[in-house]
């Protein structure tokens, strides 16, 4: 992406970033058009790193809605199959059939263990 496309304060103007609040913003995220300093932007994706922590797993374009019940990757709506009224599974475990395996609570817990562990990260 080209910087002139992602950049657009210009010296004079005294913008917090909205994510950290303390540094100048500098930035603003393609996705939710938050004003960013240089630290909670990613330059190459034109994001801010709240956007990048939500990114579908799979398209790595759309925000994610939820996390597969079966692999446990971020998914966005496009890139998962719903299940029933609250559990998605993601379209790479749907067409391995793994749907029509019997989800245990272990392997449940197990998958949400992982989210959690790369909230955690962040």
Do not use: P, W
């Not at 749907?94 to 395996?101: E, S, V």
């Amino acid at each position: 992406m080209d910087e002139i496309n992602i950049k657009f304060y210009n010296n004079e103007e005294n913008i917090l970033c909205d994510i950290c609040g303390k540094k100048k913003a500098s930035y603003k995220c393609k996705i939710c058009n938050r004003n960013v300093c240089e630290d909670d932007f990613y330059k190459e994706e034109g994001i801010c790193k709240i956007c990048a922590i939500s990114l579908c797993q799979i398209c790595k374009t759309r925000l994610s809605v939820t996390y597969c019940q079966y692999c446990g990757r971020l998914v966005c709506t496009e890139d998962s199959i719903q299940l029933d009224n609250v559990r998605r599974i993601c379209i790479d475990c749907y067409n391995k059939k793994k749907h029509q395996d019997i989800i245990t609570n272990k392997e449940y817990i197990q998958g949400a263990i992982r989210l959690a562990k790369r909230i955690i990260k962040l």
